[in-house]
């Protein structure tokens, strides 16, 4: 199975053995094979081991952070329905913005009614002594805000949503 990632920018060809369902892969990636070990360890959270080195990868959208550090992403994998229809996800409608993890509200950003650009930070959330600021996925209007200063989040929490 082929499948194309953007990371930060730069666009990558990625193979996956057809049948991958996690556990210990060969893949490629723009033809360099390399050996990765994936577990799910809850919904939005994959530990990876590449070539010996362990990874805690936690999902946030468009964005996933790894070690502190957040990477945008994007998957085009041409089997898609979305794909074919050539719709991106989001375009109209509300957008939830969620907690990649558990963790402390530190700051919100924003107030229901205000209107946001795209990647406009909303919230920031304290988790494993890191703050993470978490944006927006869409411009719009801030049409509700879930969470306040010092309150605790789960993961998968809805904090803010943008219409």
């Not at 089997?79 to 993890?101: I, Q, T, Y």
């Not at 205000?114 to 944006?135: P, S, T, W």
Request: glycine share 14%.
């Amino acid at each position: 199975m082929t499948v194309w990632l953007e990371v930060e920018g730069k666009r990558l060809r990625v193979e996956l053995p057809a049948d991958a369902q996690g556990g210990a892969l060969q893949c490629s990636i723009d033809g360099r094979v390399i050996e990765v070990d994936a577990q799910v360890l809850e919904p939005g959270v994959i530990s990876l081991i590449v070539e010996g080195r362990q990874y805690r990868c936690v999902l946030d959208g468009d964005a996933v952070v790894i070690g502190g550090r957040r990477f945008g992403f994007a998957v085009d994998d041409p089997r898609s329905l979305r794909g074919r229809r050539g719709v991106g996800e989001g375009g109209s409608g509300p957008r939830a913005v969620k907690a990649p993890m558990p963790g402390r509200v530190v700051r919100v950003l924003v107030a229901e009614g205000d209107e946001v650009a795209e990647q406009q930070g909303v919230v920031v959330i304290e988790a494993m002594k890191m703050q993470n600021e978490l944006k927006s996925p869409k411009a719009g209007r801030v049409v509700r805000v879930a969470v306040a200063v010092d309150g605790t989040v789960g993961s998968g929490d809805v904090l803010v949503v943008v219409e």
